[in-house]
């Protein structure tokens, strides 16, 4: 078994085709189809089966995918220390985070690093954190940057671990003419009155699609306010439900740092806080596989990323 046979059978597995892993990897089809054979031949049992939605794992193969990207992420964490001296003038780091982070944050301090660290290539990976998880687990991330939620880590996976950076409050954005102004309070020193979202049973909503952080937040605070939401439109690009807001359509839940990110100052909603008694926040946190080896080129992007939040 070599990483070669590893990394192939990885490939198709998260392309779920043989074709697309072979342009990938650079490497004929028929001499791609050939390995798998051999290896499963010397293993006794498929790794794949074909469906309507492609090459999907057989259980063997499942447990065969785990393995291949255990001995990827140390054989890979191998190679960078061997190259932790010249990795600063010559390293690469991949990272995920969400388009509106990466539009909201990376700009602050991405200028500055580069000219400290020319040498390093940055990739960055732009996915919702769904998606971000699934990459930290196979290792195509050396970490990611994105929210979580009440505190609990990135996910029920023991296999992540998280360190947060910061919290944020979420807001009820509402429609200008709201009738609900009334019904808030008012306390000193906050920047928007204070509603209750039990209050809002009834009323249309705009949410963000499910799998999105924004959604899983959303959902547990109307599910303690003891509200089942009318939804009138969901979509993955909550600026938008966010001015729809603030044209009548209905209500939405934003993060108080995404309120303006995107500007539009002619789509100003009603803004209402949410009382402390929902956790109605999310945190910024730095994702990692957990034990995993992190570079000094990744290292060094932390440290002055964690200076910029």
Known sequence: MTTRE?????????????????????????????CVMTIEKSLGTPLFRRTSAGLLLTFAGEKYYRMACEVLRIYSAFESEIAEESELAHGRITIGITNYLATDMLPRM???????YPG?????????????????????????????????????NPALSCEVLSR????????????????????????????????????PFLLVKHGQRIRQISDRILAAAGVTPR???????????????????????????????????????????????YQAYWELSVVTLKDTYLSRAAKAFLERFKASV
């Open 120 to 156: 390093i290539e940055l990739r960055v990976a732009e996915e919702t954190t769904g998606e971000m998880e699934k990459s930290l687990l196979s290792g195509r991330l050396d970490f990611a940057i994105m929210h979580t939620g009440e505190a609990r880590g990135a996910s029920d």
């Open 168 to 203: 944020d409050p979420f807001l009820i954005a509402a429609p200008k003419d709201t009738p609900y102004l009334e019904k808030a309070q008012r306390i000193e020193g906050l920047p928007y009155p204070v509603l209750d979202p039990a209050l809002l049973a009834g009323e």
């Open 231 to 277: 939804i009138v439109l969901s979509s993955r690009n909550y600026e938008m439900l966010r001015r729809l807001a603030a044209q009548g359509m209905g209500y939405t839940l934003v993060p108080r740092q995404y309120a303006g990110i995107l500007g539009g100052d002619e789509y100003q909603p009603q803004y209402f806080m949410i009382p402390e008694a």
């Open 6 to 34: 590893l990394l192939y059978i990885k490939t198709i597995a998260d392309e779920k085709s043989m074709t697309r892993a072979a342009q990938k990897l650079y490497v004929t089809q028929p001499s791609l189809s050939h």
């Open 110 to 116: 991405l200028p500055e690093f580069n000219r400290a």
